[in-house]
């Protein structure tokens, strides 16, 4: 599956998407995922021009060239995941890509 996910850290909300790997662990969204506001142009996979649709809905999907490219589901995998702890020094060298708590909300398949 494709994961959708956010990070919240006050003041701001991030939207974010990744690929699992074998080990699935908890911070691996740390330094997989790719930003990915909703109804904004991301790329995940080497598949560019990708969408988030309806994420606050409830059939969320993922859009690509304007068209329904993958259906989403929040299945017993959604749930809150460990926390990122952001980047490690001013030159942004080490840590994670995003700072916070995050929660995996979908998952979704290519239709």
């Excluded at 080990?23 to 909703?38: H, I």
């Amino acid at each position: 599956p494709i994961y959708l996910g956010d990070v919240f850290w006050p003041p701001s909300m991030t939207f974010i998407a990744w690929l699992p790997t074998s080990q699935n662990t908890l911070t691996e969204w740390c330094w997989k995922a790719t930003e990915a506001t909703p109804q904004t142009l991301f790329s995940l996979g080497g598949i560019d021009a990708l969408s988030t649709e309806e994420y606050f809905g409830e059939n969320a999907y993922i859009q690509r060239e304007g068209k329904k490219w993958a259906e989403c589901r929040i299945t017993p995998e959604s749930e809150r995941m460990g926390a990122c702890e952001g980047v490690k020094d001013w030159d942004c060298e080490g840590g994670h890509k995003f700072t916070g708590p995050g929660m995996r909300k979908w998952s979704c398949w290519v239709i």
